[in-house]
């Protein structure tokens, strides 16, 4: 016999489903009817070629770009928008603000306020956004930086950091409204090589953390080793998706087998 307790359904914490979404730049079509759905918790990493989508998918998550056709929903709930009869009506700014703080975005260029210190920029949408007191949000925001090895550097200013201290001060900054997903942009091609593993390993830690991740990347090594999904995505469409097992080693899709041969070393194959 099922209990009244048994008979809830589990709650989820950062289920993504992308629903035949369609975006366009005037006549260009980028997105061709996209459908894909992250399970909580999940690591998915999408790559492909530049120009393939990969970046305005990443956008429509937290709805920095609005969609044309087709929806998102977190957790069952609409992404920037509400049902009313039978038509979609855009929510307002306020309430779509509200949103993002469930989704953090980590960018490619960092995007860090230049008159703020590390640990100011980790505080300031804590603060102002969720109104959290100064010390409750001063606390946390030590305990983030401290977590992606900065703690060291609170009174810094970006422009006394390194690009990878700003990127790690930036996925702290994403961390501190206590997101149910996150979204990284590619975010290590703005960094000198030597930097790169720096915020990779930080977010290697946050892969097993239980919050969702979605990452656009080119570091193959990196996707193959974090990832629960690979997507890959070619002219506005995911051509598969699979384990990284799977789509490393035996891809099914000509144009999957092709991007591969040519960003892969020969080694990494085996």
Known sequence: MTTALEAVPPVTRGLIEVTDVRKSFGAVEVLKGISLTVEPGGVAVIVGPSGSGKSTLLRTINHLEKVDGGYIAIDGQLVGYAVRGQRLHELREKDILKQRTEVGMVFQNFNLFPHLTALENVIEAPI??????????????????????????????????????????????????????????????????????????????????????????????????????????????????????????SPREERTRSFFSKVIEPAFNI
Not at 143 to 160: F, I, N, S, T, W
Not at 172 to 183: H, N, W
């Open 128 to 249: 102002v956004a969720q109104r959290r007191s100064k010390a409750a949000a001063r606390e946390r925001g030590l305990e983030l930086l401290d977590r992606v090895g900065l703690k060291d550097r609170a009174g810094a200013y970006p422009r006394q950091l390194s690009g990878g201290q700003q990127q790690r001060v930036a996925i702290a900054r994403a961390l501190a409204l206590d997101p149910k997903i996150l979204l990284f942009d590619e975010p290590t091609s703005a960094l000198d090589p030597e930097l790169v593993n720096e915020v990779l390993d930080v977010i290697r830690e946050l892969a097993t953390s239980g919050t969702t991740l979605v990452i656009v990347t080119h570091e193959m090594g990196f996707a193959r080793d974090v990832a629960d999904t690979v997507v890959f995505m070619d002219q506005g469409q995911i051509v598969e998706h699979g384990t990284p097992q799977q789509i490393f080693t």
